[in-house]
């Protein structure tokens, strides 16, 4: 799965308002609703909470992944939000939050969701892209991160496997 497939410039927050937990997710889902991708405020909210009820999304090293998967989405999407001072998610570590990946996931659409979360996994465990990313000015740069990443990441793990297969 390419992330940029689910990653839309229109629903990206390049400069996050929100300085809690409370507000970061009312401001995400609002935008989520303003581009149309779902089609009821109160009912996805409901999902990203009850996720939130389980344990925080807020990962550390300054990511959180809220995600949730019901009726309320219209397709499948990757909102990406970045917040230059940092918000207190109630992140694992404790530590502020920087970038944000809302993850919404159609009911009917298997592990869309899983598959995203592990793509972006894949890609938030290096620091230099993850800093990248902060640093970027422009929902365009955000894509181009991206993509340059995703082609690096798969000639990486080809290279890997050969090693391993010989």
Known sequence: MKINDLLLKDAM??????????GAIDEMVAKLYEVGRISD????K????????????????????????NQAV??????????KTGVDYEA??????YLFFMIAAPEGANDTHLQALAALSRLLIDPEFVEKLKKAPTADAVQQLFAEAEVTKKRTDRCHNYRVSE
Not at 13 to 22: C, G, H, P, R, V
Not at 41 to 44: G, K
Not at 92 to 97: E, I, K, Y
């Open 13 to 22: 927050i390049m400069d996050l308002q929100a300085t809690d937990k409370k």
């Open 46 to 69: 409901e999902g990203i909470l009850a996720r939130e009820a389980q344990t925080s999304t807020g990962l550390g090293d300054g990511i959180a992944m809220p995600h949730a998967k």
């Open 92 to 97: 694992l570590d404790g530590q502020p939050t």
């Open 74 to 83: 219209n397709e499948a999407t990757v909102l990406f939000a970045k917040s």
């Open 41 to 44: 405020i109160a009912v996805y």
